[in-house]
C-alpha cells in the first residue's frame, strides 16, 4: 500500500490516466471534480471515491484542494476492483 498526497490550487487539474491498481481518493479540504469519461461528479471533504484498476478518469479542482490517494496494490499483481460489500460468511 502507498499514500500520497495531492494538493491543487483553484483551476488545476489532473490529465485522464489509467492506474493500475485500486486507488482510493479521500479529499481532506476543498471539492475535486471528477470525471471518468461517462459520467462527473464532486467529491467534497471528508467523502471518499473509489477508482477500479483500468478506469480511465481525471479531475479538477475549482477552490484549493488537498486530498490522500491509497494505492492498494503493487503494479504487475492481479488486482480486483473494489467492493463494499460484506463476504458471506463473515463476521
Do not use: C
Amino acid at each position: 500500500m502507498r499514500v500520497v498526497g495531492l494538493r491543487l490550487e483553484p483551476g488545476q487539474h489532473v490529465p485522464e490516466h489509467r492506474n493500475a491498481i485500486p486507488v482510493a481518493l479521500i479529499v481532506t479540504l476543498g471539492r475535486l471534480r471528477f470525471d471518468d469519461g461517462s459520467r462527473s461528479s464532486e467529491v467534497g471533504a471528508g467523502e471518499m471515491l473509489l477508482i477500479n484498476p483500468g478506469e480511465r478518469h481525471k479531475y479538477q479542482a475549482d477552490v484549493e484542494t488537498s486530498a490522500f490517494l491509497v494505492f492498494a496494490g503493487l503494479p504487475g499483481v492481479r488486482s480486483r476492483a473494489w467492493s463494499l460489500r460484506r463476504k458471506s460468511g463473515g463476521v
